[in-house]
């Protein structure tokens, strides 16, 4: 797209979602010590204790034979299975893995109580209240691992000679995550409302309806995750923060949009790779390390793509500030 102003240059182009692949991919390759981050957590999470949290899971199980009763005799039988098999394999730690701040890991989605070395210990937790306050704790230091990885990967990737301090990343990532936990939790109730009146329309209206409000709820989505980037990226507080990432949506959605699409087809489809391993292989150790790399050279891609996204939304403001200022002086 050009000027009609031949006074004016033309309209940079937007930065390439390939090339920030690219260089994400090399940056880490570069510097591949950072996975050890997301890769020690997993190799907690596959091989270390785990949380059992049977109690949370009881009132459940006692409405398991109703539920069966309502259903078919082998969907019956699916189920039981399927609800015993996650009850028991359900480990607590993994609330370790917060979001969208916090430590990528491939475990959390692939627990198992069998291991290469054996059958995992389990810890009971005998009480809900003390599991809602593990939660509450793994949350927390979920947040505060986020906050340094995020930031390492941010140095990594733009090769900052002046990063974010260390104290301001911690405090304002963690800020921003209780931020948005608060805000999820209050649109919990609304939402589950108008679910609640999108199950009683016709299927065809309900799924126009899904249909129109992906466009609104991927926007807000990647509102939410780069809202963090600014606070390791550019040393900015939460406010500040949040400004940049509804900027950058606002006049970089097009070519961000392209940019997610890829880092997601990208991620799933690899991660459907690395959990092909039995969790009692260790050949799932492959896998651990494969999603550590592959997970982290796509935020260290993302980061790249805010700093380069940032600056050519810089450039078309100044281009439309200068075709403006052209046009009224020849007014």
């Known amino acids: 797209m050009e000027s009609r102003n031949?006074?004016?240059?033309?309209?940079?182009?937007?930065?390439?979602?390939?090339?920030?692949?690219?260089?994400?991919?090399?940056?880490?390759?570069?510097?591949?010590?950072?996975?050890?981050?997301?890769?020690?957590?997993?190799?907690?999470?596959?091989?270390?204790?785990?949380?059992?949290?049977?109690?949370?899971?009881?009132?459940?199980?006692?409405?398991?034979?109703?539920?069966?009763?309502?259903?078919?005799?082998?969907?019956?039988?699916?189920?039981?299975?399927?609800?015993?098999?996650?009850?028991n394999s359900?480990?607590?730690?993994?609330a370790f893995r917060t979001f969208p701040l916090g430590v990528f890991s491939l475990m959390t989605t692939k627990m198992s109580i069998l291991s290469p070395l054996g059958e995992r210990i389990g810890i009971e937790v005998s009480h809900w209240l003390m599991a809602f306050a593990i939660v509450l704790g793994l949350t927390f230091l979920g947040w505060l691992a986020g906050s340094l990885y995020f930031r390492a990967v941010s140095r990594v990737a733009l090769k900052l000679e002046k990063a974010p301090g260390l104290f301001h990343s911690l405090l304002h990532g963690i800020?921003?995550?209780?931020?948005?936990?608060?805000?999820?939790?209050?649109?919990?109730?609304?939402?589950?409302?108008?679910?609640?009146?999108?199950?009683?329309?016709?299927?065809?209206?309900?799924?126009?309806?899904?249909?129109?409000?992906?466009?609104?709820?991927?926007?807000?989505?990647?509102?939410?995750?780069?809202?963090?980037?600014?606070?390791?990226?550019?040393?900015?507080?939460?406010?500040?923060?949040?400004?940049?990432?509804?900027?950058?949506?606002?006049?970089?959605?097009?070519?961000?949009?392209?940019?997610?699409?890829?880092?997601?087809?990208?991620?799933?489809?690899?991660?459907?790779?690395?959990?092909?391993?039995?969790?009692?292989?260790w050949m799932t150790g492959i896998g651990i390390l494969g999603h550590a790399f592959v997970s982290t050279s796509l935020l260290a891609a993302s980061f790249i793509y805010y700093r380069d996204l940032n600056a050519w939304v810089e450039s078309i403001l100044q281009w439309l500030k200068a075709q403006k200022t052209t046009s009224s002086a020849q007014a």
């Open 175 to 281: 800020l921003l995550s209780g931020m948005w936990l608060v805000f999820f939790t209050l649109a919990n109730l609304p939402l589950l409302i108008f679910l609640w009146l999108l199950s009683l329309l016709n299927s065809l209206v309900r799924t126009i309806l899904v249909f129109l409000l992906v466009v609104p709820i991927s926007w807000g989505l990647l509102t939410v995750f780069f809202s963090f980037h600014g606070i390791f990226a550019s040393a900015q507080n939460v406010f500040t923060s949040i400004g940049s990432s509804l900027r950058l949506l606002r006049y970089g959605l097009p070519p961000l949009g392209w940019f997610a699409m890829l880092t997601l087809l990208i991620s799933q489809g690899m991660d459907m790779l690395w959990r092909i391993p039995p969790s009692d292989s």
């Open 6 to 87: 031949p006074q004016l240059p033309p309209l940079p182009p937007p930065p390439g979602a390939i090339n920030a692949l690219v260089n994400g991919f090399n940056a880490i390759a570069s510097n591949v010590t950072v996975i050890l981050i997301p890769a020690c957590l997993d190799l907690f999470l596959w091989l270390g204790p785990r949380l059992k949290a049977d109690t949370l899971f009881a009132p459940l199980m006692e409405l398991l034979p109703e539920i069966q009763a309502q259903a078919s005799a082998e969907q019956s039988r699916e189920i039981g299975l399927a609800l015993t098999d996650f009850a």
């Open 90 to 94: 359900f480990n607590l730690f993994a």
